[in-house]
Each structure stands twice: as C-alpha cells, then as structure tokens.
C-alpha cells in the first residue's frame, strides 16, 4: 500500500475504468471468483461514469460492460 501514497491523482476516466475492468478479469481469471465483487464494482463505477457523461440514456443502455469470460 506504500506505493500508491507517493503516486501522483489524475482523474477518472472511461480508458482508465476499462483498463482496470481487463486487469480485474486476468486477476479473476487466475485466482478464481474471490475478486468478483471487486470487479463487479469497478463496472458500477464504469456505467455510473457513463451516465455522467454521456447525455443520452439510450446510448448508455446500448453500451455493454465487460463480462468476466
């Protein structure tokens, strides 16, 4: 955890959150269900980003999320 405390804020953005959904999927993938629900929070956090901003809903709902598979 002493690592992520000299590394420097940027903001949130969808590359970021897809990024994180992939290495999240490898990790599930090698060690099994236990980071499920981490990853299934990552996509909350992804569908609620494109909610922000993007203006139409209809767009958003036609976007898929990332399944583990």
Do not use: Y
């Amino acid at each position: 955890m002493d690592e992520w405390s000299g590394r420097k804020w940027e903001p949130v953005t969808e590359e970021r959150l897809l990024r994180a959904i992939d290495v999240l999927v490898e990790i599930a993938k090698e060690h099994g269900p236990t980071f499920n629900p981490v990853l299934e929070t990552v996509r909350q956090e992804l569908h609620d980003f494109r909610c922000r901003t993007q203006p139409s809903t209809d767009q958003v709902a036609d976007t898929p999320i990332r399944k583990v598979g």
